[in-house]
Each structure stands twice: as structure tokens, then as C-alpha cells.
């Protein structure tokens, strides 16, 4: 069987979700034997980005003109491309203020002086510039989710989708209801599961790292929260950690 | 007069008893403080006089996700697994309620062989119960599905066997029961829980309930998740980096929005499509069991819905009867 | 100890033979089954379904478009629209499949004996509808006329137009097509362009006694039977065949529900009549 191509690259990001399927040890000789890493910046030398791949796996989110030039290329070589992780989704932490500061006022406090600033614009979600086949979602992705998608990818398809809140999988591992039981603020209910509940199970509330469930209830998660004393300022702000920009009127 | 007393002080000696009917389970509390059906293997964590468990048992016979096949070089096989024997001890009459209809669902025509598997090997020992405010089962001794039923009683328990493997449980437990003049509860023996069964017609009732609920519905599924007779479930393959595969079944909530949908179509759009769906299989029932509802009033919907919502106000509110 | 029953979750293997593009995201795949699952798939009724298995992408409920052949092998009209038909249309002669059914009940085909019967078929509907007509064509001396109505988006989409014409040129069944769109000028001969109940509108025919098999888009049921029951037809005879996904195929996983029904034990062919008290049904 021909080997599968592949392109794994990161834009404005923390390199999180590529080290993601360098943590998958147990399935590193498979992808290793079954795939062709073409371009892999972050863990060999000498790829070649120009492709053509299968697939491009590429996280972070777009903030700067080489993060656009690199995304159409990718997207231009590969006949798949996977947004890798929730920035690359969502515009992730790096967006998170995007609707509170103007880039302007953030360059000023990062690099600070009159000097010059390095190009760049409010960090964007992959889709706002290109089409994507397919979101691998999670600050960072789970381990399963990635291995799930290289091993849809050999057998020529894409894995099922799942679309269920945080909270269907909570319950189902019997943690306590952080936001009933224990007034926290948890934003399972409109968050998408299939990381069976990772933070909760611990006691941690859920912070919406995976981003958006399908017709998500997002007014009235947001009643929830303020019926519990939390502050509108304080709610949103948790909200946007991982994405911006929620419609917090959406009932669906 | 029969032997059918268990003194309280004997229940460690009774439970060691059951063991001998397979590994002992029953409501203990976990360290987060959730009550849950687990094993036991210190009489002390067990707690007999609960309220209710925040899943139903019916995670014994249904696992929340559970593998229905394998596949490799296109050929897909049985998983061989031999499920264990477990005796479930200390359960509710709803949730025996919840486990008969189950039965009635997957040990039909076609048995469901994994269900069928699980069920084979699990000994159930019931436990009267004191209902709470979320409750509300109309016959809370009612206990017929079951093998070993235990009423409480001042000092102790009644003990009564109700299959062959109760009659078992009842030799290998007999020096530990004692004659008693207490007699058994009169509707110990009946079946017949929850809320009554409604007219399909109040799906479309224009009760602005209805509208209500779908605007605060959070579609987090623990409804259903928790609810001792929904057993929906999703099909879904994953294929393996080796070429192989597996094919699942998940736990599924027809609030979701993939619930009714087909390739470029959703036959139940909105949330209050959903909600009457959810209505009419809960109280109405499905084919073979139109007519039955499968609510056995245990109260776990109501205990874990983030917003309150309880489906027995639409049918209250149009004149059906609620018994709490 | 007693025969152990096979796993009704279980899928008999079956191989590609061959696939027929019909059109751009349409193909005819004929596939062979295991000789164990052929007693079970000799009972199969027009109407009923199977589940489709592709290995890695999962299962798909579909209606064969023919009686299985003396061989065993079976045709399926298969659109590329979802995650397993995608993979399926990449499969290439020889490739595994699974299958399991045949599943629900079919069409009353006893009780339609000796009645006229009017196949009303859009874009896809053909082909659970093209499997009852092969039944009717092969048993012709037990039932009454038989018409075929078919609509489809433009005469490009419309499957099986040269077999359909050859039928009805020996004679056996009246053939009607019609599309809602014609390019202008195309040298194919051409049909009237025009919706199915355009259609259904200037035909005459003994409606009382007529039994109707509808199977198309969603929308088409509802003015269809509105049109046929005016025209005569009893809504116990117009006979539909609904599409839902079917996860499971034996009425557990409920993602098939119909009001208080099972499209996959109850259907997938109902009466007008009977879904007349379930007004999401359509």
C-alpha cells in the first residue's frame, strides 16, 4: 500500500498539538511505517513543504502574513487539511482577547517602545481564510482523536463524527456535577465532549478548551452561570479563553 | 412458619453469603461524594438506606460504550468476552422496574446477545426504599424483578426468593434467617412503578411548557444518560493504525441534533422536536411497546437537569395525574 | 447445548463484484455475499433494506434496486452522501463489504396481488422502487397494469432510463418520465419536463383499485398522496417507503423513530392511512 503523506505544521501556536502525536509512543512505529512524513518541521529536518501531501495536520492560529502565506501553501499541496487543535479551530488562547484590545495595544505591551512591530492581525480561526475537512479540537487534542484520524486516514476516510457535550460523558463517569452540586463555574453543557471528561473527572471544572457543541444553548448556559452569582465580565471572559466571539443570545 | 427474618446484625453475614453468587456490587459513595453501584469489598461501604445512584444500573448490562465487533482484513468477528458474575445488591423496586423493562427491550426477537451475555450472569437483590422529593414511583414496594427481595423492616429485613437463584441464595443464607411473625408487606410482590402511561396526542398539546423546555434545554444529555430505562445508542467504526478496526455502541439522547438525522436531512430539527420525541418514546412507548411507559419514577431526571425540567408537568398541567 | 444463534450485530462478508457509474455522485454496485447469509437474503421482499458494511467507515441502510440473482448476488444504487458511501464508492472489484438483513418489512406484495399498481418514484426513490417492479414484471400474470412514474432533477441524473425505456417497449408496464429541469438543446430523446404530480394530474387510471409505491425526497410524499387520494386511491393502498438511519436495524438504537413506530421493523413502507396520525412522519 502506497504510504499516506502527510504535512504536520504549526502557525501561532504553542507547538502543543504536534507534540500531541509525539507523546503517542505506543503508536509511533505504526505511523512511522505506515505513513510518509513529508513535512514535519518540529521533529525532522529537511521536508519538503511544497508536498503533495494526503494530508496537512497544521495547528496554532493565523496572526501574522507568513501564518497566512503558509496556510494557503499547505492548504494548496495537501488534498486534506486538518485543523489541528482548538487555535487552529477556534483562534484559541492567542484570540482570546481579540474583542477586548486592539493589536495595536497588545504589540505595545509584548514588545513595548516606539520601535517597530512586527506585522500582525487578530488571531483567526483556519476557516475564516480556507475550507477544512476536518477540526481535531482540544487545547491540547487527545491522544485517541489524533490516533483515530491517521488511522481513518489509511483506511481512506475520516473518523465518524461525535457530538455530544462535555457533560453526557461526565455524567456517564459518574463525577459530580461541578456546576449543580458545587455552584463552580463549568461549561460543560456547551462544550463538545470526547475527552471523556478529563478536567471535571479531576474536580476541575470544565474551561471549554474543545470549543463549541453542534447547537450548543449558549443563552442559557449563560443564565445558568449568572443564576449562580458569577459575573457577566467573569463568564465571558472564561468563555473566550478558548474562542472568541460566542453568540451568547443562541438558544437553538 | 417460614424462615424468612434476616436481623439487621446479620447483614455482613448474608452479604458473604451473596458472594458466592458471583462479585458483590451494590450503591456505595464515591470520594467525590456520588453514589454509584460499585463494588463492594467492605460491608462498611455500603449504604442501604440511599436515595438513588446517579447511574442506573442499567450500566451492567448496557456499558456506557462497549464494543460490538472487530473487523480485520475485512472479515468482522464477536468480541469474545465472558461477561462476569455479579450479584447487585440493594436495589430500588424502580430501578428492578427499570432492569424488567430493559429485559423486555433487548431479550426479545433478536436478543441482543451482549445484553443477553451480562444479563445471564447478574443476581438481583432488592431493597425497599424510603422515596424522596424527587421521587415519584406510585407503588414504592413493588418488587417483582428480581431474585432475592430484602423489606426493611424495625429490626431487620423480610427475605423473599422469587426465582430459582433466590430460592438458591435463601439455602446458602438459611442459618442466618430466623422464623418472624412480621408479616410480608402486602405489595411487596407487585410490579408496577413510575407514572402512568400518556396519550400521544399531548406531544402536539399547546402547552407552553413545551416551548419553555425547548428554550432551556441544554441538550447535555444526563437525562438520559442517568434515566434507568433510555437505552438509545449510536453505531460508530474506528478503524486501527494496523489495518483492523472496531465497531462501538455509545450511550446516544435523541436531544442531540444528530439523533434524527440522515445524509443532507434532519427529520427532528429543532430542540422541541426532540423533546416531543423524547416525550413519546418515555411515555407513550415504541413499537412492541406502544402503550407502556418506561418511566419507572425514580426521579433521576429531574435530580441531574441543569435547568429543572420535568416532562410530568406537561401531562399534570393537562389534566393527566401525578403521584408524588 | 443449543445451536448457538448467530450475532444479529454480526455482518455476513460479501465482495464487490463490479460498480456501474450511473451518474456523477451515483453508481450500481453489485455485490456477492458469503454463501451463509444467502438463506437469509432469499427472503428478502422489495421494500425491505440492508445494512451495508465498509469496513472502517461503518454501516449504511440501503434498499437493493433488484431481487437478489439465482447466484445470490445483489444491486445496489448507492449516492455519495455521507461518511460510508463515501468510502464505499472508493472501493474497487474485490473488495470486502459486510451485510446483514434483509430488515423490515417490505411491500405488501400478497395484497397487491391482482391490483393495478402505480410506481411514483423520484430522484433516487427508483431504486428500493426498481427492485417492486422487477418483482411485478417477473410475476406479470398476478398483478394488474403497471405504471412507472419517474421524476428526476434533469435527464443526466436519471438512472436506469435505457433499461426502464427497453421495459416498457415489450410492453409489459407503462413508463412515464419527466424532469424538473431540460437543457434546451440535447440530442437524448427527450421527456416531458415537469414535476410527478404534474404528471400524476393528466393520468387516467382504475384508482380504486389501484395500490400506489411512493419513494423520493421528503417533500414529494406529502403532495403526492394528497393528489392520489384525490384522484381515488385509498390511503390504505398508497404505500410509501421512508428513509431514516437506521443505526441498528432491529429496533433497539430508536434513532429510526416515526411517531409511536420503528422504521426499521414497522417500515420502512407505511400506509398513508397509518401515518396520517403522525404529522412529523413526513
Known amino acids: 500500500m502506497k504510504p499516506v503523506r502527510l504535512a504536520i505544521a504549526g502557525l501561532t501556536a504553542c507547538s502543543g498539538c504536534q507534540l500531541t502525536l509525539l507523546n503517542c509512543e505506543d503508536e509511533l512505529a505504526d505511523v512511522l511505517r505506515r505513513f510518509e512524513l513529508v513535512y514535519f518541521p518540529m521533529a525532522q529536518s529537511g521536508g519538503r513543504k511544497e508536498g503533495p501531501f494526503d494530508a496537512a495536520l497544521v495547528e496554532g492560529a493565523v496572526s501574522t502574513p507568513a501564518d497566512l502565506d503558509m496556510l494557503f501553501s499547505l492548504r494548496n499541496a495537501s488534498r486534506l487539511l486538518v485543523a489541528y487543535g482548538t487555535c487552529a479551530a477556534f483562534g484559541g488562547v492567542a484570540a482570546m482577547n481579540n474583542g477586548q484590545s486592539t493589536r495595536e495595544e497588545l504589540l505595545r505591551t509584548v514588545y513595548g517602545g516606539q520601535g517597530s512591530l512586527p506585522e500582525s492581525f487578530a488571531p483567526a480561526p483556519f476557516g475564516n481564510f480556507v475550507s477544512v475537512d476536518w477540526t481535531i479540537r482540544g487545547c491540547p487534542p487527545e491522544k485517541d482523536e489524533v490516533v483515530e484520524l491517521l488511522a481513518a486516514l489509511l483506511a481512506g476516510t475520516l473518523p465518524p463524527v461525535r457530538s455530544y457535550p462535555v457533560c453526557t460523558e461526565c455524567r456517564s463517569r459518574e463525577n459530580l456535577c461541578l456546576l449543580l452540586e458545587k455552584g463552580e463555574l463549568c461549561l460543560g453543557p456547551v462544550i463538545q465532549g470526547g475527552c471523556n471528561a478529563r478536567c471535571p473527572a479531576t474536580g476541575i471544572a470544565c474551561e471549554g478548551c474543545r470549543g463549541p457543541v453542534r447547537e450548543a444553548n449558549v443563552a442559557q448556559e449563560l443564565e445558568l452561570l449568572l443564576e449562580r452569582g458569577f459575573g457577566r465580565d467573569e463568564i465571558e471572559r472564561r468563555m473566550n479563553r478558548f474562542k472568541p466571539g460566542w453568540d451568547y443570545g443562541q438558544r437553538r | ?324 | ?282
Open chain 3, 1 to 282: 447445548m443449543s445451536e448457538r444463534v448467530r450475532d444479529m450485530h454480526l455482518p455476513f462478508t460479501a465482495r464487490l463484484l463490479e460498480r456501474t457509474e450511473l451518474t456523477e455522485d451515483t453508481a450500481l454496485f453489485r455485490i456477492a455475499p458469503e454463501e451463509a447469509a444467502l438463506p437469509q437474503l432469499s427472503r428478502f421482499v422489495p421494500g425491505q433494506f440492508v445494512q451495508i458494511s465498509v469496513p472502517g467507515a461503518g454501516e449504511v441502510p440501503i434498499s437493493p434496486a433488484d431481487l437478489p440473482g439465482g447466484d445470490g448476488t445483489l444491486e445496489l444504487c448507492v449516492r455519495r452522501v455521507g461518511h460510508v458511501t463515501e468510502l464505499l464508492h472508493q472501493q474497487l472489484p474485490g473488495a470486502p463489504l459486510g451485510i446483514r438483513g434483509p430488515f423490515g418489512n417490505g411491500f405488501p406484495l400478497k395484497e397487491m396481488a391482482g391490483h393495478p399498481v402505480l410506481l411514483l418514484a423520484g430522484g433516487l426513490g427508483i431504486a428500493p422502487l426498481r427492485s417492486l417492479l422487477m418483482h411485478l414484471l417477473r410475476h406479470r400474470d398476478r398483478f394488474g397494469e403497471i405504471t412507472l412514474m419517474y421524476g428526476a432533477r434533469q435527464p443526466r441524473v436519471m438512472l436506469f432510463r435505457e433499461e426502464l425505456a427497453a421495459l416498457a417497449a415489450r410492453g409489459e408496464m407503462r413508463l412515464y418520465l419527466t424532469v424538473d429541469f431540460a437543457p434546451e438543446t440535447n440530442g437524448i430523446q427527450s421527456c416531458a419536463v415537469g414535476l410527478l404530480p404534474d404528471l400524476l394530474k393528466g393520468f387516467r387510471f382504475d384508482a380504486a383499485a389501484t395500490y400506489a409505491a411512493v419513494c423520493g425526497p421528503p417533500p414529494l410524499y406529502r403532495c403526492l398522496i394528497a393528489d392520489l387520494e384525490q384522484a381515488g386511491v385509498a390511503s390504505g393502498r398508497i404505500m410509501l417507503s421512508l428513509e431514516r438511519r437506521m443505526r441498528c436495524g432491529v429496533g433497539r438504537c430508536c434513532h429510526c423513530g416515526i411517531g409511536q413506530k420503528l422504521c426499521c421493523v414497522d417500515g420502512p413502507v407505511f400506509r398513508a392511512g397509518e401515518l396520517k396520525a403522525i404529522p412529523e412522519a413526513l
Open chain 2, 1 to 324: 412458619m417460614e424462615k424468612s427474618f434476616l436481623e439487621a446484625t446479620r447483614l455482613n453475614g448474608f452479604l458473604e453469603k451473596l458472594r458466592l453468587f458471583g462479585a458483590l456490587h451494590g450503591p456505595t459513595v464515591t470520594d467525590a461524594g456520588v453514589t454509584t453501584f460499585a463494588p463492594v469489598t467492605d460491608p462498611a461501604q455500603l449504604l442501604t438506606d440511599y436515595r438513588r445512584t446517579q447511574i442506573p444500573p442499567k450500566k451492567y448490562l448496557l456499558p456506557f460504550r462497549e464494543q460490538l465487533l472487530s473487523y480485520r482484513d475485512g472479515r468482522y468477528a464477536e468480541p469474545a468476552e465472558a461477561p462476569p458474575a455479579i450479584v447487585l445488591f440493594a436495589l430500588h423496586p424502580c430501578d428492578l422496574a427499570g432492569i424488567a423493562y430493559l429485559d423486555r427491550v433487548f431479550l426479545g426477537d433478536n436478543t441482543d446477545p451482549g445484553y443477553a451475555a451480562r444479563r445471564a450472569r447478574l443476581t438481583l437483590v432488592g431493597i425497599s426504599c424510603e422515596p424522596d422529593d424527587f421521587c415519584f414511583c406510585s407503588a414504592p414496594d413493588a418488587a417483582a424483578n428480581c431474585d432475592a427481595f430484602l423489606a426493611t423492616t424495625k429490626n431487620g429485613y423480610l427475605f423473599s426468593a422469587l426465582t430459582a437463584r433466590g430460592e438458591e441464595i435463601a439455602a446458602a443464607a438459611a442459618d442466618l434467617l430466623s422464623a418472624s411473625d412480621v408479616s410480608q408487606p402486602a405489595a411487596a410482590l407487585q410490579s408496577g412503578t413510575g407514572v402512568a402511561p400518556q396519550d400521544p396526542e399531548l406531544r402536539f398539546s399547546d402547552n407552553p411548557l413545551w416551548q419553555k423546555f425547548a428554550d432551556t434545554c441544554v441538550s447535555c444529555g444526563a437525562c438520559s444518560v442517568c434515566c434507568p430505562t433510555c437505552y438509545c445508542f449510536d453505531v460508530r467504526e474506528y478503524p486501527a493504525l494496523d489495518g483492523g478496526g472496531v465497531r462501538i455502541r455509545e450511550w446516544d439522547n435523541c436531544l442531540f441534533a444528530t439523533h434524527g438525522e440522515v445524509a443532507g436531512a434532519n427529520f427532528r430539527p429543532t430542540r422541541l422536536d426532540r423533546l416531543r420525541y423524547r416525550f413519546l418514546h418515555k411515555y407513550c412507548g415504541f413499537t412492541p411497546l406502544q402503550g407502556i411507559t418506561s418511566c419507572v419514577g425514580c426521579g433521576r431526571c429531574k435530580a441531574v437537569c441543569p435547568v429543572g425540567i420535568d416532562l410530568r408537568e406537561l401531562f399534570c398541567a393537562a389534566g393527566g395525574e401525578m403521584s408524588s
